[in-house]
């Protein structure tokens, strides 16, 4: 171990830590910690310590548990990190030949886990969903793959999906994976534009889509979208032979989806026709598994190329020991697979492990903001991995839900109040049924009114007190209408009593179930559910403010469930910086230290190593078997991108500070990437968006702080000289930025800007518009060196306009 990385270590002194920063330990009970993975930091540093002073030991040690159809070569690994000393290269387990497929389900199944649930799938609606076993999936996952073989697909090809939530989407990324076809997963809420782009960039033999789905409300029609974009590809050169579109008949029917014959097929007619069983595909270690297209600081997404058997020892295990996985455990994730965690923590990690998932297609708030604690409670979920912005938005429904609470509590108590006299009969005697029908009705309809006739029908206390009051007024209806003939029907009882008492069993009925139902009711969204399932939290994708991290943890997890704050990327693979549960206390928003083998550092704008308590740029030093290859077809930009800033090292574009006791704390993008509801988007993606549009100049956007997204786009529009300002125009610009990205990339603010503020070289000064955008006006620091000063005068004055 080298220097640095020993005194790094040995600030990390947990004792310390506890006697100095108490109010911000959160620490783990002794029961967690007992039956975790890595029980104690101790544990946790002597296989650290091991992993970087032997990593091919420590990694073969690993690697060993999978299946390897002829073990890799000497060395384990190989790399080097250092432009200076020529071409950036990585690659592990070199010459070992294997498949990711067939360790995530054939071994799993030899292992005895053929009948147990991979996928349990949840649909958009509830009640829609469906399951299927390791041995189904495997299934299915054959027929595809022979399918694909069938019409060519060979090993090293592209295969692009673009596919919702559907189970068909990590039977998709399998079935290449078994046939050593390379899978790009493009996120299914990416415009026309932005798929045609990669479409062109990785050319495909074949896209998978399906014609429509339904995300919360909406239906979309994703077929249009591929058929747009398999238009405007071929018009550059890009022509895809087939387009296998699976029928999503919940969103949209065969007949009505639009069709090309010769390129069309629809998944159904074809798949389930191939055997279901399908010999692999054996690659080496270093053959390619995926792209994946992240955005840059300049306009062009780049293909993060990850290869086959570093990333799959290495999302396999990061799985295991950041969510303490046990094999009876319920493992659910939000993400979509269209980006890098629902690659590696919906699909491989988790599926390698055996692990049964969760595989969710709708909006975690739909059909309301309890979704995700149904779902939760539904499957039984012990680990739940989400994003910050999942939280926060969630957070702010559990606000409101805890006003309506006293306003339902206050009625709950009124009502019962004047139930319980009812059912005394005195005001029955006096007014007769019609006031006590009028006191329901309106107990009722206050209830029906304030949490929506859907809540208010939930649960078996509400319908239980719906059934007895109708029965009441039935039997009451019927008596008054027969007059004295009711006798007949209940001999001894007079039409008066029989009412009476049908009316008072009403009441008492509606008195036990009035209660809870109202205290089912107020519980909104998160404690209504019961949750106790839950044992471990995680979160990733974006900084997690401390607020929300307490939120999560004291009423999401019931202050029983550590949250494992995952920090990595999509060129890492899997993860780098995180707690272990069990291991250690965990400090609110921190993702706290390394995983094995990862070697954080933090540099000053020189490339020097900063020690102890800091803050600068986060890199990592030397290797780890699941890092990123290349950028696909573009290794130099591989090169300067990651490996020029801070040469000897792996630059991150990430910010971080280390405190006192060694906890790492992420503090966002240093390059011009924004972090949107943790979807990273460049601002040059964005501008160059804005001005494609006819009526706009120029543009310039800067991310700033935001509620709920963590971050929001704002974005500053010179517009065509005379062109007036309108709101139309307002809304077509943040069209044009939906239709070249999509939905999730929409600008929130649109600054008029008569000029930017630029240095005399012409260059955009983006501190100045960051200043402006987050009203720090006092914090503009010099702008006498602008070419123009007077232009941020006039920015300030249109702030509001
Ligand atoms: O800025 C960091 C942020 O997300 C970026 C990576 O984005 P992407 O490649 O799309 O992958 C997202 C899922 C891994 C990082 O550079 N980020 C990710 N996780 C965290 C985070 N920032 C702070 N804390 C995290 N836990």
Known sequence: MSMSMDSKLNAVVLGEALASDADDLIVPTQDFSTHAHVPSFDNYLELYKWSIEDPAGFWSNI?????????????VYSENLDIQKGRINIEWFKGGITNICYNCLDTNIAAGNAEKIAIYWEGNEPGV????????????????????????????????????????????????????????????????????????????????????????????????????????????????????????????????????????????????????????????????????????????????LHTTGGYMVYTATT?????????????????????ITGHSYVTYGPLLNGASVVVFEGAPNYPNPGRCWDIVDKYEVSIFYTAPTLVR???????????????????????????????????????????SQLIYFSGKASILLQFGIEEALEGTYSLLCILMESWGNLERNRSEARGMNADRILPNETTHDTSFKFAAMCVDSFNYSCEP??????????????????????????????????????????????????????????????????????????????????????????????????SGY???????????????????????????????????????????????????????????????????????????????????VVGVE?????????AFVTLVEGVPYSDDLRKSLVLAVRNQIGAFAAPDKIHWAPGLPKTRSGKIMRRILRKIACKQLDELGDTSTLADPGVVGQLIALADS
């Open 319 to 339: 799985f295991k020991y950041a969510f303490d996985y046990k094999p009876s455990d319920i493992y659910w994730c939000t993400a979509d697979c269209g980006w």
């Open 129 to 304: 969903d469906a399951t299927l076993t390791y041995q189904q999936l495997l299934h299915r996952v054959c027929q595809l793959a022979n399918y694909l073989k069938d019409i060519g697909i060979r090993k090293g090809d592209a295969v692009l999906i673009y596919l919702p939530m559907l189970m068909e989407l990590p039977i998709a990324m399998l079935a290449c994976a078994r046939i050593g076809a390379v899978h790009s997963v493009v996120f299914a809420g990416f415009s026309s534009e932005s798929l045609s782009q990669r479409i062109m960039d990785c050319k495909p033999k074949v896209v998978i889509t399906c014609n429509a789905v339904r995300r919360g409300p909406k239906t979309i029609n994703l077929k249009d979208i591929v058929d747009m974009a398999l238009a405007e590809s071929a018009q550059g050169g890009t022509v895809v032979d087939v387009c296998l579109t699976y029928e999503n008949d919940s969103a949209l029917k065969k007949e009505s989806t639009k069709w090309v014959e010769g390129r069309d097929t629809w998944w159904q007619d074809v798949v389930p026709k191939y055997p279901a069983t399908c010999d692999v595909e054996w690659v080496d270690a270093e053959d390619p598994l995926f792209l994946l297209y992240t955005s840059g600081s300049t306009g062009k997404p780049k293909g993060v």
């Open 706 to 714: 935001h509620e709920v997204k963590g971050q929001g786009i704002y």
């Open 63 to 75: 690697a060993s548990q999978f299946y390897w159809k002829q073990k890799w070569g000497q060395p």
């Open 517 to 614: 139902l109202a205290k089912k009711a107020v519980k909104m969204h998160v404690t209504r559910y019961s949750r106790k399932s839950l044992r471990v939290l995680g979160s990733v994708g974006e900084p997690i403010n401390p607020s929300a991290w307490r939120w999560f943890y004291n009423f999401v997890g019931d202050t029983r469930c550590p949250i494992s704050d995952t920090w990595w990327q999509t060129e890492t693979g899997g993860f780098m910086i995180t707690p272990l549960p069990g291991a250690w206390p965990q400090k609110p928003g921190s993702a706290t230290f390394p995983f094995f083998g990862v070697q954080p550092v933090i540099v000053d704008e020189k490339g020097v190593e900063l020690e102890g308590a800091c």
């Open 393 to 435: 938005s969630l957070m702010r429904e559990g606000d409101e839900a805890r006003i309506s609470y006293t306003v339902t509590l206050l009625i709950a108590v009124l009502k019962h109040l004047l139930l319980s006299a009812i059912g005394s009969g005195k005001f029955w005697k006096k007014k007769g049924g019609n006031f």
């Open 618 to 700: 986060l890199c990592i030093k030397s290797s780890w078997p699941g890092a990123f290859r290349t950028l696909y077809g573009d290794h130099e930009r591989y090169e300067t991108t990651y490996f020029s800033a801070f040469p000897g090292y792996y630059f991150s574009g990430d910010g971080c500070s280390r405190d006192k006791d060694g906890y790492h704390w992420l503090t966002g993008r240093v390059d011009d990437v924004i972090n949107v509801s943790g979807h990273r988007i460049g601002t040059a993606e964005v501008e160059s968006a804005l001005v494609s549009h006819p009526q706009c100049a120029e543009a310039a």
